[in-house]
C-alpha cells in the first residue's frame, strides 16, 4: 500500500479506536452492589437512614427515612430493576405515582439515573465516597436549578 493510500485509512482507524478501547459493557443492577446498607445522616436534629438491600437476580429494593424534630417520619421506597430501557431507579413517595428514572453510563462507583421528562427531581444520583454513600437530587425548577446532597456514614 502507498503511503498516500494508508493515511485515510489509519485516520479512520485512529478514529475508531477510542470508540473500541473505552466502550464499556452497560452496567447491571449487580454493579450496584456497593449501595447496599444502611446509612445515616445527622444534620440540624434532622436524621436521614436510607438502606438497601444487596442485588438479587437483577433487583434491589430500599427504603429511605427520615426524622424531623417535632414531626412523624417521613418514608419513602425505591427499588432497582432491569427493563428493556435498562436499569430503573423506581421512586414511590407518599401521595405521588411511583417515578422510574433509567441509568445513564457512568463512571464506576457512580450510578446517575435520570429522567427528563419528571417535574422534579430529574437526576438521582449515587457515588462511593471513600468509606461513605453520597446522594444527591438534582434538576430544574421554574427554569433553575437545584439540587439536594446527602453523606450517608454505614451504620454499624
Known sequence: MKPAAAAPTLA???L???????AADPLTVGDLAWMAGSWSQE??????RETWLPPVQGAMAGVTQT???GKPASTEFSTITTAPAGVIFTAYVAGQPPTQFVLKPGAPGEAVFENLD???PQRVIYRKCDDDLCARI??????????MDWRYRRVP
Open 12 to 14: 479512520l482507524a485512529l
Open 16 to 22: 475508531l479506536a477510542p470508540a473500541t478501547v473505552f
Open 43 to 48: 444534620a440540624s436534629g434532622k436524621v436521614v
Open 67 to 69: 426524622h424531623r424534630p
Open 118 to 120: 419528571h417535574d422534579f
Open 138 to 147: 438534582e434538576g430544574l425548577i421554574n427554569g433553575q436549578a437545584r439540587g
